[in-house]
């Protein structure tokens, strides 16, 4: 099973190199078409990121139905933190110019935006807090 996951994962990442050296060699007719498919390409690792997150979780549950209640305080949380991220981006209005067509992007596209970039901001301070504090508890042993 090993050696399956590392050729997938050396063929993942001979594809992103291949697309990568697209992006970067096209001349500037096929820059976007070169973009669209690095973008595309992006897409479907996220997805493919998504649904391996989400069988290791069920597999792991499977495995150990005792961490199934961490589990699901996990999935709350981070389900409260992208709501309050929304809702919070969804307070104020902020008019972003589009400058391509000469007016403004819609409010949604704003509000998604900075919904992202706020769950950005809690998951980057969270991980910075679990590192100081695995810090201080290691040094305290």
């Given amino acids: 099973m090993k050696k399956i996951l590392n ?5 993942l990442l001979a594809v992103t190199f291949l697309l990568t050296v697209y992006a970067v060699a096209a001349g500037p007719e096929a820059l976007n078409a070169a973009i669209n498919l690095n973008l595309i ?3 479907i690792l996220f997805g493919v990121a998504i649904l391996s997150a989400l069988g290791c979780a069920v597999m792991g549950m499977a495995k ?11 999935l709350v949380l981070v389900v409260v933190v992208i709501g309050a991220s929304y809702f919070i ?11 391509q067509n000469g007016g403004f992007f819609d409010g949604w596209k704003a509000v998604i935006a900075e919904t992202g970039i706020l769950v950005s901001y809690v998951a980057a301070a969270g991980a910075i807090l679990a590192a100081v504090y695995s810090e201080i508890a290691n040094a305290l042993k």
């Fill in 7 to 11: 050729i997938l994962l050396i063929v």
């Fill in 41 to 43: 390409w992006g897409y």
């Fill in 64 to 74: 150990n139905p005792a961490g199934v209640k961490s589990s699901i305080l996990s």
């Fill in 89 to 99: 981006a969804n307070g104020h209005d902020v008019k972003i110019v589009d400058l």
